[in-house]
């Protein structure tokens, strides 16, 4: 039997005993509502159907979850076991009842057919579905252990193809590896010629550098000596331009010197001349009559510039003490703007 084939016989255990729950159920509460509406007050009796209704519920309770525990594989211990017993015990009670407190025996065996289908109901449904579970569990486990076989021969297949491509490939790898140390050879062979083709290149360089060096220096050392000729050339030259320099500096010095003291013998010379004319002009003395404006100013003047009073300037040229004032304010007016 499959999978299928089992879900299909569950749907049908579970709509048979949900029919047969609904049908004693039903049953039970229209054959006991009469009963209890008979033993209640007449004020009570819209509460008759209460009770079959509670004892039917808690019967929907036990098959529910008996169904549940036994497709999970569990066991409720012993009162799920009591609650069961005492539900179908209480059905099977309040539906004969009536009967057997009339005396009907027929009744009896007529009332007691629902609850009786309904108890063995609920257990023959909870045996098949253990059964029905078992035989789940033992099928999972049977296409567990082939799903396993299968996976172990998947796996084994693979193990095998992996250790073949392990073997190509570690093979593959031997000869790339040899490949590559003959590679490697090769080119290590090629690096130390070229090395050694490098090395003697640098070698030649090397002396060409050196050569190139040397005539470098050398030519430095000539244009050095040539630089220091010419800068020695220079320096004498400069030297020379600087001591004739000089000489032209202490010609002209001496020439101004003997400029300045001829000058100097001149200015001697002519202030000499000018304080004789002076003396002369004041040794005169008074003169008996008023002298020319011209004599008599050239007077004054020297009377002034010998800080003689005015008084004495007038009596010396016979003008008057106003006239003789008169010039001496003139010669001060323009003496002050020359000291300025």
């Known amino acids: 039997m499959n999978s299928a084939q089992i879900r299909s016989s569950e749907r049908a255990l579970s709509v048979g005993m949900w029919l047969i729950v609904g049908g ?14 008979a033993h209640t007050p007449a004020a009570w009796r ?48 309040l539906n004969i009842g009536a009967s057997a407190l009339a005396g009907d025996l027929v009744g009896v065996a007529i009332h007691a057919v629902a609850p009786l289908l309904l108890i063995v109901t609920a257990e023959a449904g909870l045996a098949y579905r253990r059964a029905i579970t078992a035989a789940v569990r033992a099928l999972q486990a049977e296409q567990r252990a082939e799903a396993q076989a299968r996976t172990q021969a998947v ?36 690096a130390d010629r070229q090395d050694r083709i490098r090395r003697e290149e640098q070698a030649r360089a090397d002396a060409a550098a050196i050569a190139e060096r040397e005539a470098r220096e050398r030519r430095e050392r000539e244009r050095e000596q040539a630089q220091a000729e010419r800068e020695q050339a220079e320096q004498r ?45 004041l040794s005169a003395g008074p003169p008996a009559e008023k002298l020319p404006e011209d004599r008599a ?28 004032s008169t010039r001496y304010q003139e010669l001060r007016d323009a003496t002050v703007p020359a000291l300025g």
């Open 297 to 324: 100013r050239a007077v004054v003047q020297a009377a002034f510039a010998a800080g003689l009073a005015v008084r004495v300037a007038a009596e010396l040229t016979g003008w008057s003490v106003g006239w003789a």
């Open 46 to 93: 819209w509460t008759a159907p209460i009770l079959p209704i509670v004892v039917d519920a808690a019967v929907v309770i036990v098959v529910r979850l008996d169904s549940v525990l036994a497709r999970l594989g569990g066991h409720g211990g012993p009162w799920p076991v009591a609650l069961r017993w005492m539900t179908g015990a209480m059905t099977l009670a």
């Open 155 to 190: 796996e084994d297949r693979e193990e095998a193809r992996q250790r073949r491509v392990r073997e190509r490939r570690d093979h593959e790898a031997a000869l790339a590896r040899e490949q590559r140390e003959h590679e490697a050879r090769l080119i290590r062979e090629e």
């Open 24 to 37: 004693a159920m039903l049953y039970s509460v229209l054959t006991v509502t009469p009963l209890m509406a």
């Open 237 to 281: 030259a400069a030297q020379q331009r600087e001591q004739a320099a000089r000489q032209k500096a202490e010609r002209e010095r001496r020439e101004r010197a003997e400029q300045a003291e001829r000058e100097r013998g001149e200015r001697e010379r002519e202030q000499e001349r000018i304080e004789r004319e002076r003396a002369a002009l």
